[in-house]
């Protein structure tokens, strides 16, 4: 199963400077403990913003480089026919695709569920969430953020399911 997981802010801003636009400890833990245990499918340049694979998951990068360009435990997938290949024979496990941009736009058609952390604040950006028809998706879960000192916005997390 194919699930994009991605926090967007006002206006679906999702990157800036081949960053997150903000620091939001309690989404990157929402992350951290979705994502531990599966798969997690990024764009290189997405991966190269991790800085390292992260641990406790298959880590699976989508670039036209070479394997050799990319840490021996990292899966490289040179194309998105070949993610949609492996999604296909690893139809029972949770796949992340965890962005960016480019990776959320050519995987819309065959992507099951949505993880969306909403933030309701305005940061500067470069890179935008591609606009997603909610009506082919029913929300099957929500849950408000805490905000406090070190989360200083209001946020949301909220799954979503494509309809049959
Ligand atoms: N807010 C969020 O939840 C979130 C999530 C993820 C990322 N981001 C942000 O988004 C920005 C990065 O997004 P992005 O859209 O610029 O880049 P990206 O999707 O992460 O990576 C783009 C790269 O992926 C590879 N790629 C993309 N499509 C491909 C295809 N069809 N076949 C083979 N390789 C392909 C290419 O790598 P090669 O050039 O190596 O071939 C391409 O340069 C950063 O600012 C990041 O922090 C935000």
């Known amino acids: 199963m194919l699930i994009y997981l991605w ?8 990157g800036y400077q081949g960053q997150l636009p ?5 989404d990157m833990h929402f992350f ?11 764009g290189a340049r997405t991966f190269a913003s991790f800085g390292r694979p992260l641990p406790h998951r298959k880590n699976i990068v989508v670039s036209h480089r070479p ?18 290949t492996y999604a296909r024979a690893h139809e029972a496990e949770q796949l992340f695709v965890v962005g960016g ?12 569920q949505l993880y969306r952390t909403t933030i309701q604040a305005d940061f500067p950006g470069d890179t935008w969430m591609p606009e997603i028809d909610y009506s ?29």
Do not use: C, M
Not at 143 to 163: L, V
């Open 32 to 42: 951290k403990t979705t994502t531990t245990g599966h798969t997690i499918i990024a």
């Open 67 to 84: 394997a050799a360009d990319f840490p021996a435990d990292v899966t490289v997938l040179g194309s998105l026919t070949a993610v949609r």
């Open 136 to 164: 082919q998706f029913t929300r099957i879960g929500h849950q408000i953020g805490q905000t406090d000192e070190r989360n200083p916005y209001p946020f949301t997390f909220e799954q979503f399911q494509r309809k049959n």
């Open 101 to 112: 941009a480019q990776l959320f736009a050519g995987l819309l058609p065959d992507v099951d």
């Open 22 to 26: 903000w620091h939001l400890p309690a």
């Open 7 to 14: 926090a967007e802010s006002h206006g679906g801003v999702i």
